[in-house]
């Protein structure tokens, strides 16, 4: 009961688990997440298996359930200390904090690997993806379209 009589609920906060990409259940856990977010430039799991050896690629599971994942592209010496990370997660499981906490995380992963400027990609079919990053002080500056697909990529960096 608070103070004034009324009866205060409880929600349960789910437990969200976040992992490194590691072994067959979680490159398969990431790529499920990154095609179905992203179904114009679906991946085969060896190509999965092939960026989780230079990228730092995670997966997010609140009690136990698989959520999302992310891709922090580290910074090189000739990019100019450019890291890109990006968040995904399912739609169903969207608007519950998770997203925020897979950027935070990923953002200071990004820092950590000594990245100066942040950018982020975003497919403009994923609405919600680009409405995240403008809230999150992202700025397009290059926009595009890969072969065979007529929808609009964006790059964004952290203003
Ligand atoms: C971007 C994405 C990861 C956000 O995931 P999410 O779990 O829904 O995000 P959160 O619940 O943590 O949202 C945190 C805050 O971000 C902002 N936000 C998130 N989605 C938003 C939307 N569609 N429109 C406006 N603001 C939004 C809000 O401020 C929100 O807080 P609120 O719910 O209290 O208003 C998810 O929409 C996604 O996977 N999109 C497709 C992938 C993509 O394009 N990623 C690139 C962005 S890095």
Redesign the pocket.
């Known amino acids: 009961m608070t103070p004034h009589g009324a009866v205060r609920f409880s929600v349960p906060v789910p437990n969200l688990r976040i992992e490194r990409v590691d072994g067959e259940t979680g490159l398969k856990d990431w790529q499920y997440v990154h095609n179905l ?2 179904p114009a430039a679906t991946l085969s799991l060896d190509e999965v298996r092939e960026r989780s050896g230079r990228n730092l690629l995670d997966v997010a599971y609140a009690d136990n359930v698989l959520v ?1 994942c992310t891709t922090v592209r580290p910074p090189t010496s000739d990019n100019g200390s450019t890291a890109t ?7 169903e ?11 935070e995380r990923g953002l200071a992963q990004a820092r950590e690997l000594g990245a100066e400027v942040i950018e ?4 403009t079919a ?8 403008e ?2 002080g ?1 700025v397009e500056f290059d926009r595009y379209q890969l072969p065979g697909d007529d929808v609009d990529w964006i790059d964004l960096r952290l203003a």
């Open positions: 977010i992203i999302g990370v990006i968040a995904r997660i399912l739609p499981h969207r608007r519950q904090g998770f997203g925020e906490t897979l950027y982020t990609v975003v497919w994923n609405v919600d993806g680009l409405r995240f990053a809230k999150h992202f």
